[in-house]
């Protein structure tokens, strides 16, 4: 194989010669390259040589250490035996305690004290027998004896009433029954919501902007009614809020309190009322607040605040504005004219919420 290679070398080298030889300049050169004679290089005179460096002497080997000197390690020092320790006995157990006696049963008789009263006093009807008016259909009622004090169980007519309920026939009138049950029909609606779904209220206190914290009266009825006060945690010094702050916290809700001049037991034209919920929904920059978008705005009066039976209508109104599903069965004029029959005071004449 490389006895070939080297033939085709030569046979390119002198293939290569020839082409050059047909050229005239490269032949005359290849010719005076051939011809020319050799000339013997000859040093230049008067050079010294450089000087010879020596070689530089041996390095000294090192004695080996003697293996006579070697000093052995200790050998690591052994434990002394220990000596073996006589097996201990386990202890005996502890005696047995003697069985108790047992003990007699002693039949326990319950105390049944009377349930405290009710703020509410018993009405008293101007009546010959002191009996409610002619038209108030009473619920049935059952009067029992417990250890001297007399009590009254009223079985509730409503389908979904969770149980009896007793009160002290002594304390408790018609009127407290009447708003126990319809407290029971708002516990039992906002019973049904999640926290989520409770919504955000913005309390104006008859003024503008005039708001309210939690320690107001008006916050429980906000909370009773199954809302959130957006204003519940503001100091006493900053219940006086503005449009940014109303627009921040885009209330779902927007309850205002009015004087008596404007709703109230002497008030026949709703025009007054009407005037200002229209212009709470025109406030400049309220466009987008929830409240407006869904037109929840009411107005209360605020004779209602001033006692328990009024309170629970305001809750009622409350409720309903916020969850109309929930609570548009409920019908507040018939429950105007019922307090009125067991003895509360008369709602019936007059406006006391704006939409009513």
Same mark, same amino acid.
Request: proline fraction near 12%; include cysteine.
């Given at each position: 194989?490389?006895?070939?290679?080297?033939?085709?070398?030569?046979?390119?080298?002198?293939?290569?010669?020839?082409?050059?030889?047909?050229? @005239?300049?490269?032949?005359?050169?290849?010719?005076? $390259?051939?011809?020319?004679?050799?000339?013997? %290089?000859? =040093?230049?005179?008067? $050079?010294?040589?450089?000087?010879?460096?020596? &070689?530089?002497? +041996?390095?000294?080997?090192?004695?080996? !250490?003697?293996?006579?000197?070697? $000093?052995?390690?200790?050998?690591?020092?052994?434990?002394?035996?220990? +000596?073996?320790? =006589?097996?201990?006995?386990?202890?005996?157990?502890?005696?047995?305690? +003697?069985?108790?006696?047992?003990?007699?049963?002693?039949?326990?008789?319950?105390?049944?004290?009377?349930?405290?009263?009710?703020?509410?006093?018993?009405? #008293? %009807? &101007?009546?010959?027998?002191?009996?409610?008016?002619?038209?108030?259909?009473?619920? +049935?009622?059952?009067?029992?004896?417990?250890?001297?004090? =007399?009590? $009254?169980?009223?079985?509730?007519?409503?389908?979904?009433? *969770?149980?009896?309920?007793?009160?002290? /026939?002594?304390?408790?009138?018609?009127?407290?029954?009447?708003? &126990?049950?319809?407290?029971?029909?708002?516990?039992?609606?906002?019973? !049904?919501?999640?926290?989520?779904?409770?919504? %955000?209220?913005?309390?104006?206190?008859?003024?503008?902007?005039?708001?309210?914290?939690?320690?107001?009266?008006?916050?429980?009825?906000?909370?009773?009614?199954?809302?959130?006060?957006? *204003?519940?945690?503001?100091?006493?010094?900053?219940?006086?809020?503005?449009?940014?702050?109303?627009?921040?916290?885009?209330?779902?809700?927007?309850?205002?309190?009015?004087?008596?001049?404007?709703?109230?037991?002497?008030?026949?034209?709703? @025009?007054?009322?009407?005037?200002?919920?229209?212009?709470?929904?025109?406030?400049?920059?309220?466009?987008?607040?929830?409240?407006?978008?869904?037109?929840? #705005?009411?107005?209360?009066?605020?004779?209602?605040?001033?006692?328990?039976?009024?309170?629970?209508?305001?809750?009622?109104?409350?409720?309903?504005?916020?969850?109309?599903?929930?609570?548009? &069965?409920?019908?507040?004029?018939?429950?105007?004219?019922?307090? /009125?029959? *067991?003895?509360?005071?008369? %709602?019936?004449?007059?406006?006391?919420?704006?939409?009513?």
């Amino acid at each position: 194989m490389q006895k070939h290679k080297r033939h085709i070398f030569h046979c390119i080298t002198i293939f290569s010669l020839l082409i050059l030889l047909s050229i @005239s300049g490269c032949r005359q050169r290849i010719i005076d $390259v051939i011809t020319e004679p050799e000339v013997e %290089y000859t =040093p230049p005179e008067n $050079v010294t040589p450089p000087p010879q460096i020596p &070689d530089p002497p +041996p390095e000294p080997q090192q004695p080996e !250490s003697p293996t006579e000197n070697t $000093v052995e390690p200790d050998p690591e020092p052994q434990e002394p035996d220990q +000596p073996e320790l =006589p097996e201990q006995e386990d202890p005996p157990p502890p005696p047995e305690p +003697p069985e108790s006696e047992s003990i007699p049963e002693v039949p326990i008789t319950p105390i049944i004290e009377p349930l405290a009263h009710d703020p509410i006093q018993t009405p #008293v %009807y &101007d009546t010959p027998t002191g009996t409610a008016p002619e038209g108030y259909q009473v619920p +049935p009622i059952l009067v029992e004896e417990v250890e001297g004090t =007399p009590y $009254v169980t009223i079985e509730d007519p409503s389908p979904e009433a *969770a149980g009896d309920t007793t009160l002290d /026939a002594d304390g408790e009138g018609t009127l407290g029954l009447l708003l &126990d049950h319809h407290v029971g029909i708002l516990n039992r609606g906002l019973g !049904s919501l999640f926290e989520c779904q409770r919504l %955000y209220v913005y309390f104006e206190h008859l003024a503008d902007f005039h708001t309210v914290n939690r320690s107001s009266a008006e916050h429980s009825l906000i909370i009773d009614s199954g809302g959130f006060n957006a *204003a519940a945690r503001r100091g006493n010094d900053s219940l006086v809020v503005d449009e940014a702050w109303v627009q921040r916290q885009n209330p779902a809700v927007i309850i205002r309190t009015v004087s008596s001049g404007i709703l109230g037991s002497n008030v026949i034209d709703i @025009s007054h009322a009407a005037v200002l919920r229209n212009e709470v929904l025109e406030r400049p920059g309220f466009e987008n607040v929830n409240a407006i978008i869904h037109r929840r #705005v009411l107005l209360l009066s605020n004779e209602l605040l001033q006692s328990y039976e009024g309170r629970l209508i305001a809750k009622l109104h409350i409720a309903h504005t916020m969850y109309p599903t929930l609570f548009g &069965d409920v019908n507040l004029t018939e429950l105007y004219t019922e307090i /009125a029959a *067991a003895g509360g005071r008369d %709602y019936t004449r007059g406006i006391f919420a704006f939409p009513n």
